[in-house]
């Protein structure tokens, strides 16, 4: 398997600007995560889904970001209107809940910029 | 609420033994995880620790107390590609569902030649 994919890998933008993050997980996996990761505040867990359900949004920062899992191959974090406080590395992971050890894999993140 | 605390860094050099401890304070709780994540990385999978107990993987050894809420990761012979940040993760019943994990702030491990 190729692992949890995420694009962009990088991404600089305007404040302003609409972004959009996109994330495949690993086939089979029936959890997905959005994380951000900034040195200030480490990892944030963003959004989380269950079989392509909302979970928990209760890490969204703001209206400003939304989440949406429209199959179970494929997931999108958008954040309109952009702000330079956004600025960080976001991860998207999956994991199995069969798996005893419930490891989430994480993808290679896409680091984004705004200014 | 839900807490982790671990330590911000630890240093050591080459081929020593280092422990990195981390306590919790979550309800619902099912298990200790631990994360490594390489400076430009993705956090990768380390172990998990549902029961009390030492489970040991190779160099690396992960203990867990639930009475104490409190776990350690142990690693031993350290190499140069250790370094690295580790993070504890706290694995708990949130939103109606035992898929969620809690990460501590994590700790950088500097190995010194």
């Known amino acids: 398997d190729a692992g949890v994919i995420q694009s962009p890998r990088h991404e600089v933008t305007e404040m302003g600007q609409e972004v959009t993050l996109r994330c495949k997980p690993i086939?089979?996996?029936?959890?997905l995560f959005w994380y951000r990761q900034t040195m200030m505040r480490g990892l944030e867990l963003l959004i989380y889904?269950?079989?392509?359900?909302?979970?928990?949004d209760s890490g969204m920062p703001e209206d400003r970001f939304s989440a949406k899992m429209p199959n179970a191959s494929f997931s999108t974090l958008k954040i309109q209107p952009s702000e330079p406080r956004d600025s960080a590395v976001y991860f998207c992971?999956?994991?199995?809940?069969?798996?005893?050890?419930?490891?989430?894999?994480f993808g290679p993140g896409t680091r984004l910029t705004v200014t | 609420g839900q807490s982790l605390e671990q330590p911000s860094e630890v240093t050591a050099v080459e081929g020593a033994i280092v422990q990195i401890n981390c306590t919790y304070q979550?309800?619902?709780?099912?298990?200790l995880s631990w994360y490594q994540q390489h400076d430009g990385g993705a956090p990768t999978f380390l172990s998990y620790?549902?029961?009390?107990g030492l489970e040991e993987t190779g160099r690396f050894s992960s203990f867990l107390s639930r009475s104490d809420s409190y776990g350690y990761l142990l690693l031993q012979e350290l190499q140069m590609k250790d370094s690295a940040s580790y993070f504890c993760?706290?694995?708990?019943?949130?939103?109606?569902?035992?898929?969620?994990?809690?990460f501590g702030k994590g700790t950088k491990l500097s190995v010194k030649p």
């Open positions: 992971a999956s994991s199995f809940m069969g798996q005893g050890n419930y490891e989430q894999y």
């Open positions: 086939s089979g996996h029936d959890y």
């Open positions: 889904f269950n079989n392509n359900v909302p979970i928990d």
């Open positions: 979550t309800s619902g709780f099912y298990g």
């Open positions: 620790n549902a029961l009390d």
């Open positions: 993760a706290v694995r708990a019943l949130l939103g109606g569902s035992q898929g969620n994990l809690i």
